[in-house]
């Protein structure tokens, strides 16, 4: 059973940074692709970023200010956050997943809980 555990969200100021975590369990976390999206209320979950063997992509909304990166001996995969900005607000989700698909939610088959980040003065 593949387990995804979020962490390092809080409260921030604009301007601000913080730094999610994702701890995977279950299945050889090296071998799959990993994803961060977040969901805003009233608003559907967005792609933020992806992670793919040596390769990163990223929401146009979100490039030049966080990074995916990933340790496979920790089975952690993180999301540093720089310059947020009030509409960053949202509970941040972690995906694992197999596949090509890499910004839509279908190319993910597992999700972690959320971690809630706010952005605000």
């Known amino acids: 059973q593949v387990q995804l555990v979020e962490s390092g969200g809080g409260l921030v100021q604009p301007g601000g940074s913080l730094r999610l975590s994702c701890a995977a369990s279950g299945r050889t976390f090296s071998s799959y692709k990993m994803g961060w999206f977040r969901q805003a209320p009233g608003k559907e979950r967005e792609f933020v970023a992806a992670i793919r063997g040596g390769s990163t992509y990223y929401a146009d909304s979100v490039k030049g200010r966080f990074t995916i990166s990933r340790d496979n001996a920790k089975n952690t995969v993180y999301l540093q956050m720089n310059s947020l900005k009030p509409d960053d607000a949202a509970v941040y989700y972690c995906?694992?997943?197999?596949?090509?698909?890499?910004?839509?939610?279908?190319?993910?088959?597992?999700w972690g809980q959320g971690t809630q980040v706010t952005v605000s003065s």
């Open positions: 995906a694992e997943g197999a596949g090509i698909i890499l910004t839509t939610q279908r190319g993910y088959e597992y």
